[in-house]
């Protein structure tokens, strides 16, 4: 972390039943060290008590000097696309199992962050999509994404078409359900289930997974993240397809549609208790055997 911390921005998985009480006994243990707490607005919604100012999530962000996330993976995606931009350092608390970004269990979230907060951690910068929808010569749409950008077909069960380039450069023309630009942090979401790679997180690369390609030749690639990368949507005529951002924002796509996918200019920087490790969570998280 690269300040002083003094100010604390606590978030919530939203609509859930618990999360307002652990975001109460939350903000009471921050407080007790001294610091200041400011809730995200949504969250504030659901506390038991009023413990602290809340905020709109798109304004937090300049205020505060760490968050706080307790939920899941899926909320601290929703987080981390607003506060990247303010360059403000992520903890995950996991209501559930383990995850991949909420790493600290819910039991052990005051031992765990009092570490953290007294020096004792592990930073990760990861790296964020940024996305342009161009039609017609115009941005229609823009976005970003810490998973993955996916372009799909619709509800009916018919292949749609695209053109990929990367760096301006022609690689191929596809049929198939769709394609996903997965990150390395989305490499572990989608991208695997749909066949990808999995990416060490901190790797500047990104990977083009095919979904359910027509022509079986058709294999996931890994570029470098300094790459952009070009989808075109073609024969859309009579189709439907769309493109989603982590699974959580959509946007409905046309023919001749032009998807462009790149590195953000700002990372999300993650932090961890100090000991942890991707491959521990990869074991847990995909029952892969423990050492013999």
């Known amino acids: 972390m690269k300040k002083p911390i003094t100010k604390v921005g606590l978030f919530g998985k939203y609509q859930h039943d618990t999360v307002g009480e652990h975001v109460a006994r939350l903000a009471r243990f921050l407080r007790a060290r001294g610091l200041t707490i400011l809730i995200d607005e949504n969250t504030a919604r659901v506390l038991?008590?009023?413990?602290?100012?809340?905020?709109?999530?798109?304004?937090?962000?300049?205020?505060?000097?760490?968050?706080?996330?307790?939920?899941?993976?899926?909320?601290?995606?929703?987080?981390?696309?607003?506060?990247?931009?303010a360059g403000v350092p992520i903890i995950g608390v996991n209501q559930g199992r383990l995850g991949f970004l909420t790493d600290i269990p819910l039991a052990e979230m005051e031992r765990?962050?009092?570490?953290?907060?007294?020096?004792?951690?592990?930073?990760?910068?990861?790296?964020?999509?940024?996305?342009?929808?161009?039609?017609?010569?115009?941005?229609?749409?823009?976005?970003?994404?810490?998973?993955d950008v996916i372009i799909s077909k619709g509800e009916l069960a018919r292949l749609i078409e695209w053109e990929t380039y990367i760096g301006g450069e022609f690689v191929n023309s596809a049929r198939g359900d769709g394609i996903i630009v997965a990150s390395p942090t989305g490499s572990t979401a989608y991208a695997m289930s749909a066949g990808g790679p999995i990416l060490q997180p901190t790797l500047p690369?990104?990977?083009?997974?095919?979904?359910?390609?027509h022509t079986l030749s058709n294999r996931p690639i890994v570029v470098s993240s300094d790459?952009?990368?070009?989808?075109?949507?073609?024969?859309?005529?009579?189709?439907?397809?769309?493109v989603t951002f982590d699974g959580q924002l959509h946007h409905t796509l046309e023919d001749n549609d032009r998807i462009y996918v790149r590195r953000a200019d700002h990372p999300v920087e993650l932090i961890h208790p100090s000991g942890r490790s991707h491959y521990d969570t990869l074991r847990e998280k995909l029952h892969w055997g423990a050492k013999y």
């Not at 004792?120 to 970003?144: F, N, S, V």
Request: charged share 20%; with cysteine; net charge negative.
């Open 112 to 147: 765990e962050i009092g570490r953290i907060l007294d020096g004792d951690y592990q930073a990760e910068q990861r790296l964020l999509l940024a996305a342009e929808i161009m039609r017609k010569g115009r941005i229609a749409h823009t976005a970003r994404a810490f998973n």
């Open 48 to 85: 038991p008590e009023a413990v602290a100012p809340s905020r709109p999530l798109d304004a937090i962000g300049r205020e505060i000097d760490l968050g706080i996330v307790i939920g899941g993976d899926g909320t601290l995606l929703h987080v981390a696309r607003v506060l990247s931009a």
């Open 205 to 213: 690369a990104l990977a083009l997974v095919p979904i359910c390609p």
């Open 227 to 242: 790459s952009i990368i070009e989808i075109v949507m073609i024969g859309l005529a009579g189709s439907h397809a769309h």
